[in-house]
């Protein structure tokens, strides 16, 4: 008995779901892959990277939201569907016969498709397109790619989180809210991040060092593995560079305004100023006292020199003399002194000024930093990260630490012209390294704990 033609279309049409889910998924990663070509240079959908108004961002994530919902959704419909119905029999392949309408030549042209691989190279542009904005596939639902197309670009180097001995950072956006991904630290000698996922990525019963060697030797043997690594290699060079530039920056930037505000900008002003009014000469009692010993110690010294015979005997004038002297040069070093003080206050708000403005306006320079430093530090191996960790405790928290923010504190305000204030040092040191040390053990408790967790049992071994 023959199967009626709508049973038969609706079967055919039950059987393509998991096919037509992929396709709807894969055009909507198309039309967000457009929007970033088209508008933000290639890359992702932020304001980091395009110098877009308010409302046309508005926009763009408005669409972005729209597209990334419809993957998911149709992502959704592929998986239930595909644990139902096979998708493909890999051995098959679509012949297609050209029209001969169009052509001079009546001969027919046959066009083979790899329909397999062209369906897991979509599988891969949607599992990439989605990992640019926090949103990968679970574990449990994701899809390893063992198809490279040959001359497809790697996948940027900022679009995956960094991973730190098999485990994810954890630190994914909330709901709704879309940013770019950090970038993916290198986990092995001569690797960027920017390989696709291989057999050491799978879950497997066999011990991940076996699938690593086998994904290596996998690697070692594709064509085009050395033109991937000199791109690695270029595009690694080349954000280190960057990184370095803008650290540089950061540096040297406030650095030069607060030494150019001091000497040709605010100095002038505020040595006219003390001029005109007659400014007194010490800005508070701490720089007098200090003025008044020094000038007592002259005093004692000339005298002790005179009576031991180290100097030939003066007349008791001329010591008065002597001693007015040595006041005059004391009341012109700490009127000086004063004046840098105020320009200190000055300068340095400018040259603090000049920071923000640096962060507010170079913020792709930024994420560029933090990249560096996050590959920086997840390279280190696990004794040296809590060799660091040690360090800095130790340093600023520690049993120590006291002495070294008393000077800290003390050198600042003798910058700053403002006297020395014992009560509020004691009451800084009593509460902001407690303050510090809680924020830190919360650090790695919460974070650490999970990106490294031998790091921190490293760290408690060393610390013990």
């Known amino acids: 008995m023959a199967i009626p033609p709508l049973f038969q279309k609706a079967q055919q049409w039950f059987f393509k779901t998991p096919e037509r889910a992929l396709d709807q998924a894969y055009e909507a990663a198309k039309m967000i892959e457009a929007i970033e070509n088209e508008h933000f240079d290639g890359q992702p959908i ?24 419809l993957i998911t959704l149709r992502m959704t419909e592929f998986r239930a569907s595909n644990a139902i119905v096979r998708v493909s029999d890999p051995r098959i392949m679509e012949i297609q016969v050209n029209d001969l309408s169009d052509r001079d030549d009546q001969t027919p042209m046959l066009n083979v498709i790899d329909k397999p691989s062209i369906f897991f190279r979509k599988l891969q542009f949607v599992d990439e397109v989605r990992s640019r904005y926090g949103r990968p596939e679970s574990p449990a639902n994701s899809t390893v ?15 995956a989180a960094p991973l730190l001995n098999g485990q994810a950072n954890g630190n994914s956006p909330s709901a709704g809210a879309i940013a770019p991904m950090a970038p993916k630290s290198a986990s092995g000698p001569g690797k960027t991040g920017q390989r696709s ?120 004038a001329e010591i008065e003399e002597r001693v007015v002297e040595k006041a005059t040069e004391i009341e012109d070093e700490y009127r000086k002194r004063s004046a840098d003080s105020v320009k200190n206050v000055f300068s340095d708000m400018l040259a603090v000024g000049a920071f923000v403005l640096l962060l507010v306006n170079q913020k792709r320079g930024i994420l560029t930093l933090k990249g560096f430093l996050d590959e920086i530090v997840y390279g280190l191996s696990d004794s040296a990260k809590a060799f660091i960790i040690i360090l800095f405790t130790d340093v600023f928290v520690g049993f120590h630490s006291p002495h070294g923010w008393e000077v800290l504190m003390e050198g600042l305000s003798r910058h700053l012209g403002f006297a020395a204030n014992r009560e509020f040092i004691f009451l800084f040191i009593a509460t902001f390294p407690v303050i510090l040390d809680t924020v830190f053990k919360y650090w790695i408790f919460r974070y650490l704990n999970r990106i490294s967790p031998s790091a921190v049992a490293t760290y408690k071994n060393m610390n013990e």
């Open 46 to 69: 932020s304001a980091v990277y395009g110098k877009y108004g308010r409302s046309s961002m508005t926009y763009f994530k408005g669409e972005l939201q729209k597209y990334l919902n």
């Open 145 to 159: 790619v063992m198809i490279k197309e040959p001359g497809t670009a790697p996948p940027r180097s900022t679009q």
């Open 197 to 316: 996922a291989g057999l050491s990525d799978r879950g497997s019963v066999l011990p991940r060092s076996i699938l690593r060697t086998v994904d290596r030797i996998r690697q070692d043997l594709d064509p085009n593995a050395e033109e991937q690594v000199v791109k690695d290699f270029r595009s690694s060079r080349g954000r280190t560079t960057t990184a370095v530039k803008f650290l540089l920056l950061l540096i040297i930037v406030p650095l030069l305004t607060q030494q150019f505000a001091k000497s040709y900008v605010v100095g002038p002003v505020v040595d006219y100023v003390r001029d005109q009014r007659e400014a007194d000469v010490f800005l508070n009692m701490e720089m007098e006292e200090e003025a008044l010993h020094e000038l007592q110690q002259y005093e004692e010294r000339l005298r002790f020199e005179v009576l031991i015979g180290k100097v030939a005997p003066i007349r008791e």
